[in-house]
Structure formats: structure tokens, C-alpha cells
């Protein structure tokens, strides 16, 4: 990947053996898209670490707060980004500056840094270049996917600086590898499954004129995502608060990223119509043969019918067919995802305290929480 001329940055500095550059905004570092997406399938990242995504979500989420787009280079090539939020709080009555990855929030699996393959210490140089600039940082939180190299390497890198820090086990969120055929899938199942798979099915297309129809960035996409909207106005989460259309930030998140991922052919649309009316869907990316499902709902008056288990036969069936080699569901471990696979994906929460003063003082109270907490 060679290195191309993008805006000047607004703090440069060589930790080691890399070159980091600071930008405090997307603009600045629009031409480096191609290279920073590159980055993210050879370092087999998710869709949430790629540029548009990162661009969307800071745009509509955390505007408002402090950016540190740290870009790393290393000869002139580029070996890693990270994406940094500083939010300065009151905690027990304390102002607090607490660092987090940007995509804290619509996380999907993996580090938090994006990392070239082959390059180790830009984790150790993200750290230095933190110490040096924003000391004033007071507690830190990151997310990693159990297992994964950078977990071991994180920790030896904030013991090597001797801070402080608490481990937490995350979200367990579960995914289905598509191995052999659906029909091989379908005999690993109980017959009890697929028996109620079966009657759902007929039950619902006994009920009117099935279709399944999926919108990519080839297809009138726009009228997929109105279908889309439509049927959140009747489901269960408008009450609930987890609609696309309950928040606005929401929505308008759901809406841009739509746009890019129609553009780079990673949307998928699939929605389940009954007499030409849209009851079921799922909003997805598809990313190295990988199914990403970011939401799913139906319309709560046809709840009878079991839309939701009756679309997700018919999209994984589909999936089979288009040689997709996982379906990734996201989020926790709901039992309905369970009943699909028995797999997961584990997650780890460390929340690491600075040296300074504030930071010493978060690290004593959150131990004297956690004592008090084991008596209790």
C-alpha cells in the first residue's frame, strides 16, 4: 500500500520504528479510504472498521466530542489506525477523561485497532504516542474478541506501563459457520426443528403469496429500506426502544450507511413479503463471504405465524446457495439465535487506569466497589 497525499495532520510524531499522524476529522484523510479498507481485509476486520462506517458513526454519534484519528505508518506503508474518543465527564463528582474506541458503540467483533498483519508494534506505538500527548487521559476502555492476538498483546503493553486495570467478560455473540450443503445442516438439527420448521413455513404461505427478495446496491435498495421502515413502525421495538425508527441518531446512522454500502456492493436488504406487503427483514452487510446481521425484525400482527423463524430458514437456505461462508448475528446471545447454532464469540472489557492523579483515584474506588461488591 503506498502512500498517498492526504491533509496535513495536526501532530506528528515517531514512536520506534512509526511515523503517527494525527487528524482530527474525517475529511482530512478522505484520499487514504482505499488504503484504510485495504488495511481492514488484510487484517481480516469487520465492516465496522472500514472507512465509511467509522465516517458515519462519528458524524452522527459523537460529533460533538474529541476525534483522535491516529493513522501509523511504517516505510511508507501504512500499518495501522486508531480511533480514539476522549469524553470528559463528571464521576463522583469528579471531572473524568475517559478514552474509548470509536466503535464502543455498533461494535462488530474484533479489535478495536486496525492492524496490518504484519506489524506488532503499532499497539506499543499507540501507547507512547498517548503518553506523550494526551496524558490527561484517566481511564480507558477497550473491547477485544477472546482469542485474538491483540487481547495477549494488550495486556503485556499496559503492564509493561505499569497501569492498573480491571478485566471483565463481555457479550457472548453467535455466529454459524455454513459448512456442506443445507441439507447437511438440516440433519445436524433435531427432528422436533425441523418439523416446526416445516409447519411454520406452510402455516405462513397457507396465508397468502410468499416472496423473498433481497436489495443490494444492483436493485432499487432505497424502496428496500423504506419496506424496512415500514414494517419497524409495527414491530414490537417501537415500543421497546430498540426500533431503527425510536431514535433519531439511529435511523440516520442506518440511512448513510445504507448509501456506502449500496456504493461498494456490501448491502443486503432481505425482506419477506406476504401479498406484496413487507412483514419480515433484515438489514446486513455481506463482507468476505460473511453474512453481518445488524438488524431484524417483523410486524407484530403477524407474530402467529413465526415470520421471524420463517425468514431466517429462508435466508440461510439462501446463504447456502451463494457459497457465504459464515452468518455472523451479532449482539448477545438471545435465545432465538441459539436455537440456529451452538456457537459463539466471547468478549473482553478491560477498563485500564492512568498513573495520574484522578486515574489512581478511579482504580482505588473501583477496588473498593468491587471488595464491597464480594461481601455483599
Not at 23 to 44: H, I, M, Q, R
Not at 119 to 136: P, Q, R, S, V
Not at 198 to 209: D, F, T
Request: charged share 30%; with cysteine; aromatic share 14%.
Amino acid at each position: 500500500m503506498e502512500s498517498i497525499d492526504i491533509s496535513s495532520p495536526i501532530n506528528e510524531m515517531m514512536v520506534g520504528d512509526i511515523a503517527f499522524e494525527e487528524y482530527a476529522n474525517f475529511e482530512s484523510v478522505s484520499g487514504l479510504k482505499p488504503d484504510w479498507d485495504l488495511l481492514v481485509k488484510l487484517g481480516k476486520g469487520s465492516p465496522a472498521h472500514r472507512y465509511d462506517w467509522s465516517r458515519v458513526l462519528w458524524e452522527v454519534h459523537w460529533g460533538k466530542k474529541n476525534l483522535m484519528l491516529l493513522v501509523g505508518r511504517n516505510a511508507k506503508q501504512l500499518s495501522g489506525i486508531a480511533l480514539l474518543v476522549m469524553e470528559s465527564t463528571w464521576k463522583k463528582g469528579v471531572r473524568v477523561n475517559t478514552l474509548f474506541p470509536l466503535n464502543n458503540f455498533y461494535a462488530v467483533h474484533g479489535t478495536q485497532l486496525i492492524l496490518s498483519p504484519s506489524n506488532a508494534e503499532f499497539l506499543d506505538g499507540t501507547l507512547g504516542y498517548l503518553k506523550k500527548n494526551y496524558n490527561y487521559w484517566n481511564e480507558w476502555e477497550m473491547v477485544f474478541e477472546k482469542g485474538e492476538v491483540e487481547t495477549n498483546n494488550f495486556e503485556e503493553k499496559i503492564h509493561q506501563y505499569g497501569y492498573s486495570y480491571s478485566i471483565q467478560m463481555g457479550d457472548k455473540s453467535p455466529y454459524l459457520n455454513l459448512q456442506g450443503s443445507w441439507e447437511d445442516f438440516l440433519k445436524q438439527k433435531s427432528s422436533k426443528f425441523r418439523s416446526d420448521l416445516r409447519v411454520r413455513e406452510r402455516r405462513l404461505r397457507e396465508k397468502g403469496k410468499l416472496k423473498f427478495r433481497v436489495f443490494d446496491g444492483n436493485s432499487d435498495w432505497e424502496k428496500g429500506l423504506q419496506d424496512i421502515f415500514e414494517i419497524e413502525m409495527e414491530t414490537w421495538k417501537q415500543e421497546g426502544g430498540s426500533s431503527i425508527l425510536r431514535i433519531d441518531k439511529q435511523r440516520r446512522f442506518y440511512e448513510r450507511l445504507a448509501v456506502f454500502a449500496a456504493r461498494d456492493s456490501t448491502l443486503r436488504l432481505v425482506i419477506l413479503y406476504l401479498d406484496g406487503e413487507p412483514i419480515a427483514f433484515d438489514y446486513s452487510l455481506s463482507w468476505e463471504k460473511i453474512y453481518f446481521l445488524l438488524k431484524t425484525s417483523y410486524k407484530e400482527n403477524y407474530r402467529e405465524y413465526c415470520p421471524g423463524i420463517v425468514l431466517r430458514k429462508l435466508v440461510i437456505e439462501w446463504l447456502y446457495s451463494e457459497e457465504c461462508l459464515r452468518i455472523d448475528f451479532l449482539g448477545k446471545d438471545e435465545p432465538w439465535k441459539m436455537k440456529w447454532t451452538n456457537t459463539v464469540c466471547e468478549h473482553i472489557f478491560y477498563r485500564v487506569f492512568n498513573n495520574n492523579l484522578k486515574g489512581r483515584w478511579l482504580w482505588g474506588v473501583h477496588k473498593a466497589l468491587e471488595a464491597w461488591n464480594l461481601k455483599t
